[in-house]
T-cell receptor, first 117, second 116 residues
Framework: DAGVTQSPTHLIKTRGQQVTLRCSPK?????VSWYQQALGQGPQFIFQ???????QRGNFPDRFSGHQFPNYSSELNVNALLLGDSALYLC????????????????FGEGSRLTVL | AQKVTQAQTEISVVEKEDVTLDCVYE???????LFWYKQPPSGELVFLIR??????QNEISGRYSWNFQKSTSSFNFTITASQVVDSAVYFC?????????????FGQGTRLTINP
């Protein structure tokens, strides 16, 4: 049973470019969220997707956008990259229904490390 | 606003020593959830424990134990007889009670190094 998978694992971009990161949730999970983790910091919540809609959003500018597909996989897009966007981007998923509410457990992937030069 | 503070940036101990990681939180919610996650060098966050705000019972799981004290807004984590494999960054996190919400507020983490 595969866990949360993310791609690419590493990538390098230059300022002003755009990037797309991809996430496949754990089998049976329908909710996906994205976190940004700067070096030496704790993860920060970007947004959450459920039923192909953004349900909750953290304090991130509109340059950060996302999408969820019918198979529950998700993409994170960042436009007009800044040096400060360099970070580990983590995807997390949780199962449907009340289970995620009861356990509160999110399953995280290993992340995509983005470097902006 | 919600906030989690892990005052210890780095801790280094010798194997078999006991070590406690501190976590202090702030929230206006009366119902909330607290978590500890472990992040090994691979980057994946591994869930360790969840505690509800209305359940202050402390818990022991093998070499791990957790001390939740609502009066001091603390949720500390102790590893007994530490092992080299315990070396990782540990995060304390807070979540509100909205059903289905996945927004966790994390502390800055404590890097734990266990030396042989």
């Amino acid at each position: 049973d595969a866990g949360v998978t993310q791609s690419p694992t590493h990538l390098i971009k230059t300022r002003g470019q755009q990037v797309t990161l991809r996430c496949s949730p754990k089998s049976g999970h329908d909710t996906v969220s994205w976190y940004q983790q700067a070096l030496g910091q704790g993860p920060q919540f970007i947004f959450q997707y459920y039923e192909e809609e953004e349900r909750q959003r953290g304090n991130f500018p509109d340059r950060f956008s996302g999408h969820q597909f019918p198979n529950y996989s998700s993409e994170l897009n960042v436009n007009a990259l800044l040096l400060g966007d360099s970070a580990l981007y983590l995807c997390a998923s949780s199962p449907p229904g009340t289970t995620s509410w009861d356990t509160g457990e999110l399953f995280f992937g290993e992340g995509s490390r983005l470097t902006v030069l | 606003a919600q906030k989690v503070t892990q005052a210890q940036t780095e801790i280094s101990v010798v194997e078999k020593e006991d070590v406690t990681l501190d976590c202090v939180y702030e929230t206006r919610d009366t119902t909330y959830y607290l978590f500890w996650y472990k992040q090994p060098p691979s980057g994946e966050l591994v869930f360790l424990i969840r505690r509800n705000s209305f359940d202050e019972q402390n818990e022991i799981s093998g070499r791990y134990s957790w001390n939740f004290q609502k009066s001091t807004s603390s949720f500390n984590f102790t590893i007994t007889a530490s092992q080299v494999v315990d070396s990782a960054v540990y995060f304390c996190a807070l979540r509100n009670s909205i059903q289905g919400a996945q927004k966790l507020v994390f502390g800055q983490g404590t890097r734990l190094t266990i030396n042989p």
